[in-house]
Each structure stands twice: as structure tokens, then as C-alpha cells.
């Protein structure tokens, strides 16, 4: 890995070797995040935009040498990345923009953006020969890390809160990982997590600890700028929980800023649910994430609730240093979400994937976006993740099906309601 420099610990600045420490600042406990630092004069000559061009592998690795892994380690055989980027031209008109792009990380194997930082996590695992990999997660994570580790046939012990999604907990049984379900928060199941892999030597996955995790994320905005023909967008929204998404975004765009590969930097608008809205709260009034307090989450969007975000330094850095803003939307916002973009164009996505769209139309509303603005909104999860949340939706915006006999005369009754424009009610 000559191409990785270092790792520095965002707070006092320290560097260290990748086998002097494993995951934080030892200085600086779990709060000690490590980012990569990496040779881009040497990756420049390594690699280019050319290469790319030629490169029928369409997966997140075709960035491999601007990961931090070894050239030659084998990759897991699911396919991680390039999800579709599509340009949602009815969607735009509604709000009334000229060009808008969805990206949908729905299509990710475990059905959620996860498996980016899953994959570089089952690789690294690999590198050092961990026998088992351990992580804590609301739940996209978990079954992330899940599906990856089955695909190489890798040990892995999961630790979800008791009221994750069952979607998501049955991925995880499916997949043959050994499930904890914890009796408490994700926070606290943060921890004994943490506590479970020192006592067995378990290589740990989790978010804003293992330094890794944020580079398997940063494939997004390489591939968004890839796919837009290296002309990067004004505008990337995308929701925020711990913020390990929004600082893998910035974190891209850093690295095709320091090769030359773009030559501006998009506004990183960051939602949260107004539940969970540490983030916002910190940038709107100009608060210290490093004391400030945590808030208690209560949101639908439940891939988005984190009392603490735990990478919150690199979340806070990328607003502020591109320019973007945070935002927050309430759980009804979130919710009509759902339906409008799934029928503005045809994508299902779970409440926290639909929460980046609701932020895009609150941000239009309140006058903070240009109609002439190139914008792309990450969704990143599927629908299918929470049915229990597409209901709600659906019972708030009034939609239900109709329940009928096994009779034509239902089904012209029911036709004929639907066509006088009545309410569409069950008979
Ligand atoms: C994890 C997740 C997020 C938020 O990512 P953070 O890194 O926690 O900010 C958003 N949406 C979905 C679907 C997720 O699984
Ligand atoms: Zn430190």
C-alpha cells in the first residue's frame, strides 16, 4: 500500500503508519477518527481518467488504486457500485429544475449504499486474516457487511438494536451471520460491539471507527462524477445519520480535486430528520460537535437515527468546506417522500433514501437552490428495507387498495369509482 501515506487523527493532527495503529488515535480514544492520507502524485501516474474510459469493470473497484488496499487482494465476487445514475427529467419540472439526477443505491446486492464500505471491509479483513469481523449497525450496515462476508464465505458476528426493520434482521439470518439482537440502542449495541471484539480479536467494521469504512464510501461521488463525464454537479443531497456517507462524498471529491479530475466542488447538502437533527442544530448555530451533547433520535427514518453521530467531525468538515448546507425534515416529509419519488420516477426507496429527496424539495422551497443548478439526490436504500414504513406512507397520503370478491361486478364497480374520480376506498 505505497500510495497511502498515513492515517491522521482528525483531532490533533497526528500521523501514523496503517500497521502502527489499527482503527482511532490511541491520543484520542474512539473520538481519534483516522483519516487516509494518500501519495495522489503517485496515484496520478498510476492511474487516469483514460484508463477509466477503457475499463469494462463495472464495479466500485475500478477506483481500486484510489483505495486503500493492497493492488492484488483478492475483491468479494458480489457487485459493489456503479449504480445507476438517471437523469429524472419529470421530477424536475415538478420542481421546476432543469437537471436532475437520482442516484439509487437501492440496486446495491444488500439493497442499501452500505455495501460500499462493507466490501473494502471484507478485503482488509482478508489482508490482515482476521478470522471472524464483527460490527454494530442500525441495520444497512449489518446486513451489508452480512451478504459481503457470505460471498467470501467469512465469519461475522452482527450486533442491531431489538427494533431494527425486520428486513433487515432477516438478511442477516439468511445470510448465516451470528446475530445479536441487542436489547437497547444502536449506541449501546456500539459499544458492547466494541467491547466483544477486543475480548476476542474480532476485526471490527464500524462506522467512524475503522478508518477504512469512509473510503469504500467515497466510490459514490467518483462514480457520480464519472458517470456525469467528469463534470461534477453544483449540488449532491444526501441524508445524514452518524455521517460516514456525507464525509465518504466529501472525501471523494477531495481525491479527484487533488488529481486534477475535476475542477469544482459540489455543495454537499446534507438531511436529516428533524427527530435526529444533530448535525443541523450544531451547523445552524455554530456549535462545537466536539462538546456538544447528544440529542435522543426519534425518528421513522431509522437507517438516519443517531443521538451522536459518531464521524460528525468529517460530516461537519464536509458542509462547511464545500460550501453546502445542512437541512432537516420532518417524518410527513419524509414520508410523502416515499410516493413522490417513486412515482416521479420510478424508484422505491426506504424512508432515510427518500429523506434526500424530501431535502431537496424543502431546500427548493425555501429558495436555496438555482432552477439552473445541475443536481443529483443519492437515495441511498431500498423500499423494500421497510414495508412497515411504505405503509405508513401510504395510509398518510390515503392510498389503499381495493378489496374485492372474485366478481366482474366488483371489479367494473371498482374501475367505474376509479374513473369518476372518487376516493380510491376499499369496497
Ligand atoms: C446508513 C444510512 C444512511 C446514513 O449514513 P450515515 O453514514 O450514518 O450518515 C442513510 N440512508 C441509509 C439507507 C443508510 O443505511
Ligand atoms: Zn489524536
Known amino acids: 500500500m505505497n500510495h497511502v501515506l498515513s492515517l491522521k487523527c482528525l483531532i ?19 473520538e481519534g477518527i483516522l483519516d487516509v492520507q494518500y501519495d495522489y502524485a503517485l496515484i496520478g501516474r498510476r492511474f487516469s481518467q483514460g484508463d477509466l474510459l477503457h475499463d469494462t469493470n463495472y464495479t466500485m473497484w475500478r477506483y481500486k488504486p484510489l483505495l486503500p488496499v493492497e493492488p492484488d487482494s483478492p475483491v468479494p465476487p458480489l457487485t459493489v457500485g456503479w449504480t445507476p445514475l438517471m437523469r429524472a427529467n419529470r421530477l424536475a419540472t415538478e420542481l421546476d429544475l432543469r437537471r436532475l439526477w437520482i442516484k439509487d443505491d437501492g440496486r446495491q446486492p444488500t439493497a442499501s449504499f452500505k455495501d460500499r464500505a462493507s466490501a473494502v471491509a471484507v478485503v482488509k479483513a482478508q489482508e490482515k486474516g482476521a478470522q471472524v469481523i464483527t460490527t454494530a449497525s442500525t441495520g444497512n450496515a449489518a446486513a451489508a457487511l452480512s451478504g459481503l462476508c457470505a460471498s467470501v464465505s467469512q465469519p461475522n458476528v452482527i450486533f ?8 433487515k434482521i432477516a438478511q442477516l439470518l439468511v445470510f448465516g451471520s451470528t446475530v445479536m439482537l441487542v436489547k437497547g440502542s444502536y449506541d ?3 459499544e458492547l460491539c466494541l467491547l466483544a471484539a477486543q475480548e476476542y480479536g474480532w476485526y471490527n467494521r464500524n462506522t467512524a471507527y475503522n478508518p477504512y469504512m469512509t473510503e469504500g464510501k467515497k466510490t ?28 465518504g462524498l466529501h472525501k471523494g471529491i477531495k481525491d479527484l480535486r487533488a488529481l486534477g479530475w475535476i475542477d469544482r466542488t459540489p455543495r454537499l ?16 448555530n455554530g ?3 466536539l462538546t456538544k451533547p447528544p440529542i435522543t433520535a426519534h425518528t421513522i427514518a431509522d437507517s438516519i437515527s443517531a443521538g451522536l453521530p459518531r464521524d460528525r467531525l468529517k460530516a461537519m468538515a464536509a458542509v462547511q468546506e464545500t460550501d453546502g448546507a445542512y437541512i432537516q425534515v420532518s417524518d410527513q416529509e419524509i414520508l410523502a417522500a416515499i410516493p413522490a419519488l417513486a412515482r416521479g420516477c420510478g424508484v422505491f426507496a426506504e424512508p432515510a433514501g427518500a429523506a434526500a429527496y424530501a431535502g431537496l424539495a424543502k431546500a427548493i422551497a425555501e429558495g436555496l437552490v438555482g432552477a439552473a443548478e445541475r443536481i443529483v439526490v443519492l437515495v441511498t436504500g ?6 412497515t414504513g411504505a405503509m405508513k406512507a401510504m395510509e398518510q397520503i390515503g392510498t389503499r387498495a381495493h378489496v374485492i ?10 374501475m367505474a369509482i376509479d374513473q369518476s374520480g372518487a376516493v380510491t376506498d376499499g369496497i
Open 12 to 30: 490533533c493532527g497526528r500521523e501514523y503508519q496503517p500497521d502502527e495503529v489499527e482503527y482511532v488515535c490511541p491520543d484520542h480514544g474512539n
Open 160 to 167: 442491531v438494536p431489538e427494533a431494527a426493520p425486520p428486513a
Open 188 to 190: 449501546e449495541a456500539f
Open 220 to 247: 459514490a461521488s467518483l462514480e457520480i462524477c464519472e458517470q456525469l463525464g467528469w463534470q461534477a454537479p453544483d449540488r449532491i443531497f444526501v441524508s445524514v445519520g452518524d455521517g460516514c456517507i456525507i464525509g
Open 269 to 284: 447538502m446534507g438531511v436529516q430528520a428533524e427527530g435526529s437533527a444533530y448535525m443541523y442544530q450544531a451547523w445552524a
Open 287 to 289: 456549535e462545537d460537535v
Open 382 to 387: 431500498n423500499g423494500l428495507k421497510d414495508v
Open 405 to 414: 370478491r372474485t366478481s366482474m361486478d366488483d371489479v367494473k364497480r371498482t
